[in-house]
């Protein structure tokens, strides 16, 4: 016989095995809690629920983890910024940007799902709040690291390239501080990695060649504190395409250096 722990507004848990009603509610008792815990109004119970999501997801499985908990953990992402801009907020969706790296993809069925993983972060990257943005950016990157070349090519890169043309600088900086390690993947010489350098200038050009001179001073700090990381990850490719990378490095670099100049006394300005 099977019973179910539901949890109102959140994920239903039910066993997949037939177990008896005694051992099915000890077992699934404090998964059920902990994602009823996900919505608490208690700080402290959910940062708690956010450190323990490899527990909740190793106990509903690959498909309903990605069917339900990551859904939801979405929804709670998409607060608006004006109405989580408190210390207790910026410490859940920081707890929760910080689990869904690329080690959680062991929970949804592995690398080919990782995709998966990008709605959330990018909500979570989506914002002014800094600890919370870089904690997405750092889980994003060893997603980055991690996913099939096909999968970044398919998922990763236009969501990088919408961020990139995005209207709200925090996105425009995130997508600048994401493209080494893309532009890493794609120029990977390794035997059987693949690779796409074309694509990694075409990324390059474009992305840096706009936003080397963009309005924000945080977008073109963002630029040049990544310029150095997008040079060495081009050094595996053949020449004729690292003397096109470079190329477009050095033009953004004086682009930058030039927006820098021109806009001296807006430096100071966040953006």
């Known amino acids: 016989m099977t019973t179910s722990v539901a949890v109102p507004g959140a994920v239903d848990v039910a066993p997949t095995v037939s177990e008896s009603r005694g051992e099915a509610s000890a077992a699934l008792y404090p998964i059920a809690l902990l994602i009823d815990e996900l919505r608490s109004e208690d700080v402290d119970l959910r940062i708690n629920a956010m450190s323990q999501l490899d527990h909740i997801a190793c106990a509903l499985g690959p498909v309903r983890t990605r069917e339900e908990l990551l859904p939801l953990l979405t929804e709670l992402a998409m607060v608006d910024d004006v109405a989580s801009d408190t210390v207790d907020e910026t410490r859940v969706l920081t707890a929760m940007a910080r689990v869904l790296n690329a080690d959680f993809m062991q929970w949804i069925g592995g ?74 993947r794609l120029c990977a010489r390794k035997k059987g990695s693949g690779g796409d350098p074309p694509l990694a200038v075409e990324l390059v050009n474009t992305i840096f060649s706009a936003l080397g001179a963009d309005d924000s001073p945080m977008v073109r700090r963002a630029v040049f504190q990544v310029l150095g990381d997008i040079a060495a990850a081009v050094f595996p490719v053949n ?33």
């Open 111 to 184: 690398p080919q799902y990782g995709q998966c993983l990008l709605r959330p972060l990018e909500e979570l990257a989506n914002s002014d709040d800094e600890p919370r943005r870089e904690e997405a950016v750092k889980s994003l990157i060893t997603i980055a690291k991690a996913l099939p070349l096909s999968t970044l090519e398919a998922y990763y890169i236009p969501m990088l390239r919408n961020m990139a043309a995005s209207d709200w600088f925090c996105q425009r900086a995130v997508a600048v501080a994401l493209l080494p390690a893309v532009v890493s």
């Open 239 to 271: 020449d004729s395409v690292k003397a096109k990378l470079l190329e477009v490095l050095l033009a953004s670099f004086f682009l930058v250096v030039l927006a820098e100049t021109v806009n001296l006394p807006d430096t100071a300005v966040q953006a």
